[in-house]
């Protein structure tokens, strides 16, 4: 997953008065990722509340008396799922150039499939 | 000239929070639009980014803002179950009152074919919003990272356009059908 290193002042000259540093492509890998995943566990979380009783239970424990219900375990487990892939991705790749088109289709796909699976048509058929 | 309690956090819920978000859409996507090379010299890139920076943080900053008071104020004022399982409390009302929430009132189909509003239209919003701070975090850290250089990589600045227009996107299912649904069964 390694890609040549960029000298953006040699395609734009504009920026060479800026002197800019060449950074790596990892943790620009991890912000595009990241997102797929926060929506991919959106949408897996939806869908299982949809159609378990037990998981929409457990998901709306985390209301903490707010009557937010499963909305709340949903959106607090999303949010965590894309702050803590953000974070390990980004210190795991920090000082690496990770393809950015594979990581950008493959967070469009997560995201896709995420997305799909909070569209009410779609995650009310997991209904029992 | 009064509003309620949780009429203001509805108005700042949608309206103030929603307005800032929108405008700082708008900014943001034409900033990074015209980022090209031949456009900007070098002092209007360093002009240009500061710009960019705060639209953009301002995007992400109000994306996370909008769903969490949505999610955690004033939905719960929503979606109280107050009118009982036949919505027996709803009957002969026009609007939602203090004994048939919102929800109550629009599954109760008292004021006409309202149950869709609720059954599709608030279980698509209240979900799908929040992919809007996911992916607006992630394109503001894009150009927060790659700053100037984004110039020289218009792959990348599409990538992030995509990312950026995609949150508006998820935000607007939940703008639009959150300003429908309070015209149609009002939080007050």
Redesign the interface.
């Known amino acids: 997953m390694t890609v040549p290193d960029?000298h953006?002042?040699e395609?734009?000259p504009?920026?060479?008065?800026?002197q800019?540093a060449d950074?790596p492509d990892g943790?620009?890998a991890a912000?595009?990722i990241?997102?797929g995943i926060?929506?991919f566990v959106?949408?897996f979380l939806?869908v299982l509340a949809e159609k378990s009783t037990g998981a929409n239970t457990w998901l709306a424990k985390w209301q903490w008396g707010?009557?937010?219900?499963a909305?709340?375990g949903?959106?607090t487990l999303?949010?965590a799922a894309?702050v803590i892939s953000?974070v390990v991705l980004w210190v795991v790749w920090r000082a690496k150039n990770v393809n950015?088109?594979s990581a950008?289709y493959a967070g469009?796909a997560l995201?896709i499939l995420?997305?799909i699976a909070?569209?009410?048509?779609f995650f009310?058929k997991f209904a029992p | 000239m009064e509003l309620t309690s949780r009429e203001t956090w509805a108005v700042i819920h949608g309206l103030v929070l929603g307005t800032l978000y929108l405008l700082a859409f708008g900014g943001a996507l034409a900033g990074l639009w015209s980022l090209r090379?031949g456009l900007?010299?070098?002092a209007g890139?360093?002009e240009r980014m500061k710009r960019l920076y705060l639209g953009f943080g301002v995007m992400a900053a109000t994306a996370w803002l909008t769903?969490i008071t949505g999610?955690?104020i004033v939905?719960?004022w929503y979606?109280?179950k107050l009118a009982g399982a036949d919505f027996a409390k709803c009957t002969g009302l026009e609007l939602p009152s203090s004994a048939c929430s919102p929800r109550d009132f629009l599954l109760s189909d008292v004021s006409g074919d309202t149950a869709r509003w609720h059954?599709?239209g608030m279980?698509?919003k209240?979900?799908?919003a929040?992919?809007a701070?996911?992916?607006a975090?992630?394109a503001f850290?894009?150009v927060l990272?790659?700053?100037?250089?984004l110039?020289?990589?218009p792959?990348?600045r599409m990538?992030t356009i995509?990312?950026l227009v995609?949150g508006f996107a998820?935000a607007v299912v939940g703008g639009a059908f959150g300003a429908f649904i309070n015209k149609v069964a009002p939080i007050s």
């Open positions: 960029h953006d002042d395609v734009v504009e920026l060479a008065g800026l800019l950074r943790p620009g912000m595009m990241s997102a926060g929506i959106l949408g939806t707010k009557g937010v219900g909305l709340a949903k959106t999303a949010s894309y953000l950015l088109k950008f469009l995201g995420g997305a909070t569209y009410p048509t009310q | 090379p900007v010299t070098t890139l360093q769903v999610t955690w939905y719960p979606r109280a059954e599709f279980e698509w209240e979900h799908v929040w992919a701070p996911f992916l975090t992630s850290l894009l990272y790659y700053g100037p250089r110039t020289a990589r792959w990348l990538a995509l990312m995609g998820a």
